[in-house]
């Protein structure tokens, strides 16, 4: 009963996820929609933006690019780990020519990662939601926050897997939500994103992040690593 209790509760949080990042997509589509306005180096540029006011409070008037290399190291740490991880269960994969024996989990992680890319390409070429406040590219939601969202929380899931230390697994995990909060601002204070961009990034990665362990749970994943 308890193993059905803990399932139930990560599908719910995958579905209200899921839901509150789509009712806060068609808010930013369709709600309180306004021009804003800012300078950079060559030109004024003029965005209509959704949620304009709440929008406004947070915009920065120019960008910096400090911290939006800063923001970059933590994204891209991001990446390298999971490119280690994937290439661990792709050495499993080799040595036991068995998914189940390489690890589950791991695959798991990679079309998690897959389904993320996705929603990627989704916003960033076939609907675009926003512009960014000084350039013309997309911006919703921020990539950085998505990949952070799920990327760091589950790549130490699989990496202290082994570990029955539960005061290091906390600790670690309140390093990264501190991450992600710092990712968040720097993406704001850089000018590189609009606050809700990273609202946005940080419901559709928890979503993806209940969703990969809803995964782990649904599968009845035991400690491979």
């Not at 060559?42 to 006011?53: M, S």
């Not at 400090?66 to 280690?84: E, P």
Request: hydrophobic fraction near 55%; glycine fraction near 6%.
């Amino acid at each position: 009963m308890r193993k059905i209790s803990k399932i139930s509760k990560i599908d719910i949080l995958t579905i209200a996820f899921m839901i509150a990042f789509l009712i806060f997509t068609l808010l930013l589509c369709y709600v309180d929609k306004g021009i804003l306005c800012v300078h950079n180096e060559k030109e004024i540029l003029c965005n209509e933006i959704g949620l304009c006011k709440f929008n406004d409070i947070f915009l920065v008037r120019e960008m910096n690019q400090t911290l939006d290399i800063i923001s970059d190291v933590f994204m891209y740490m991001a990446l390298i780990i999971f490119i280690g991880i994937s290439l661990l269960f792709v050495v499993r994969l080799i040595k036991h020519r068995n998914f189940k024996k390489a690890g589950l989990q791991y695959l798991m992680y990679i079309l998690v990662m897959a389904l993320l890319a996705a929603f990627w390409l989704f916003f960033d070429r076939i609907v675009i939601v926003n512009y960014r406040p000084f350039t013309y590219d997309s911006s919703y939601p921020s990539t950085h926050m998505l990949i952070c969202c799920y990327l760091l929380p589950s790549s130490f899931y699989l990496l202290s897997a082994e570990s029955k230390n539960k005061e290091t697994k906390i600790i670690g995990y309140s390093i990264i939500g501190v991450i992600i909060i710092i990712v968040g601002s720097l993406r704001v204070l850089a000018g590189m994103h609009w606050v809700t961009d990273v609202i946005g990034g940080l419901l559709l990665g928890g979503f993806l992040l209940c969703l990969f362990f809803g995964l782990i749970k649904g599968f009845d994943m035991k400690k491979e690593a």
